[in-house]
Nanobody, 121 residues
Framework: VQLVESGGGLVQPGGSLRLSCAAS????????MGWYRQTPGNERELVAR???????NYADSVKGRFTISRDNAKNTVYLQMNSLKPEDTAVYFC????????????????WGQGTQVTVSS
């Protein structure tokens, strides 16, 4: 399974960005899709995730500002980020928990390469 992220960049405080992550490959089912972020010297942390049924979870720090969604037909997950703050600056990683055609009973974790989001004036 390959993940291709897009949408990162530089934005001023209060601005918005939309991240996209498209999954491809021998996918049987994407059980869970989500976004994590990491800053230098810190562990990767969950930002938001969405399961196949549509249930979502968000980090407290982004609730009310970020919205995660998915397009199952396109195997794509999105993260709409509004009211961005300097503390949202990080490398954002796409994550999927996927069942592949060769492993339909046991899901595996897959990660994107990361996309930089910088919030600065």
């Amino acid at each position: 399974v390959q993940l291709v992220e897009s949408g990162g960049g530089l934005v001023q405080p209060g601005g918005s960005l939309r991240l996209s992550c498209a999954a491809s490959g021998s996918i049987f089912r994407l059980a869970r899709m989500g976004w994590y972020r990491q800053t230098p010297g810190n562990e990767r942390e969950l930002v938001a995730r969405i399961v196949s049924g549509g249930t979502t979870n968000y980090a407290d720090s982004v609730k009310g500002r970020f919205t995660i969604s998915r397009d199952n037909a396109k195997n794509t997950v999105y993260l709409q980020m509004n009211s961005l703050k300097p503390e949202d600056t990080a490398v954002y990683f796409c994550h999927v928990l996927a069942f592949t055609n060769n492993m339909r009973l046991t899901p595996r974790d897959y990660w994107g390469q990361g996309t930089q989001v910088t919030v600065s004036s």
